[in-house]
């Protein structure tokens, strides 16, 4: 095998990682002794110096790890504090707008409306800061109440909640009528 071709595994393999891998296991992956497999990363090592480039391949006892270089870390930075834009799954679309027509509303509320668990998706609209703890219902376990946060107006693009769109009774009344036929299937078979 020709040296860019091994060169390029190696790269793929420290890349894949993430962490340090051993020299013994890069050797074998590629098929060549520790001596040879040693020369062809070094070589990289100049490689990537010489060629100023924003990663380097560090050595770590004898095992040898793709990071970042230093002085790159000030644009890393820079990406990591633009803010990350959500893709909302239909679960998570709809734990939201259950939220934001009804809130304060406590998650056995949510999940009465849903007619399933909904942790996972009150969890994810907390962690996207769509949604945040209003505080207790003061009621028996003291559940605790979810609003919509700023953001949420931000990235729907409203100044308050009072300018969502009115929800269509007829639609309403139609969604519970399909709901009510799927459950008396269900109960029917």
């Known amino acids: 095998m020709e040296i860019q071709k091994l060169e390029a595994i190696i790269e793929a393999i420290l890349f894949t990682m993430g ?3 051993e020299l013994s296991k890069i050797a074998a992956a590629i098929e060549h002794d520790e001596e040879t497999t040693k020369k062809l990363i070094h070589n990289m090592m100049d490689r990537y110096e010489k060629e100023d480039r924003g990663i380097k391949i560090v050595e770590l006892e004898n095992s040898y790890q793709m990071c970042t270089k230093k002085e790159m870390y000030e644009y890393l930075i820079r990406i990591a504090r633009q803010p990350k834009k959500h893709n ?5 679309l709809e734990t939201l707008s259950i939220i934001a027509y009804k809130q304060p509303i406590t ?4 999940e009465k409306i849903r007619g399933v668990k909904s942790d996972h998706a009150v969890n994810k609209l907390v962690e996207y800061n769509l ?3 209003l505080g207790r219902l003061d009621a028996p376990g003291r559940p605790l109440l979810f609003g919509t946060t700023e953001e949420f107006l ?3 693009g409203v100044q308050s909640i009072d300018e969502l769109p009115l929800i269509n ?3 309403v009344e139609g969604f519970k009528a399909e709901a009510e036929e799927e459950v008396q299937l269900k109960l029917d078979v």
């Not at 909302?88 to 998570?92: M, R």
């Not at 998650?107 to 949510?110: A, G, H, N, P």
């Open 19 to 21: 962490e340090s891998v």
């Open 88 to 92: 909302l799954s239909e679960v998570l």
């Open 107 to 110: 998650k056995l509320e949510i």
């Open 131 to 133: 949604i945040h703890e």
């Open 154 to 156: 931000r990235a729907f």
């Open 169 to 171: 009774q007829e639609q």
